[in-house]
């Protein structure tokens, strides 16, 4: 990704973006996002059947998830647990 690339995403991180969209941000596929959704790890926008993402919401998400701080993974374990 070039540094004009970079600037422009960061500039538009707030903008909503469709399951594809998000997709070739993360450079992974669609049925990824969609996995990504139903286990919990990315929260998603839905109004009616359309379905959108934040950007920096998802990347803030995905940092938690790799360093272990996903809620959703700690509820279940602690439910686990008991």
């Known amino acids: ?4 690339e970079i600037k422009q ?3 538009n991180s707030d903008q909503l973006l469709t399951t594809r ?3 070739r941000e993360l450079q992974v596929t669609d049925r990824t996002v969609q996995n990504l959704v139903s286990r919990g790890s990315i929260s998603k926008i839905q109004v009616g059947r ?3 993402f ?3 919401a998802v990347m803030a998400e995905l940092e938690g998830v ?9 509820t279940e374990d602690k439910k686990s647990e008991n």
């Not at 990704?1 to 004009?4: D, S, W």
């Open 54 to 56: 934040r950007l920096n």
């Open 66 to 74: 790799a360093e272990g701080r996903n809620c959703v993974a700690k």
């Open 9 to 11: 995403t960061k500039a």
């Open 1 to 4: 990704m070039k540094v004009k």
């Open 21 to 23: 969209q998000l997709a």
């Open 50 to 52: 359309c379905v959108r």
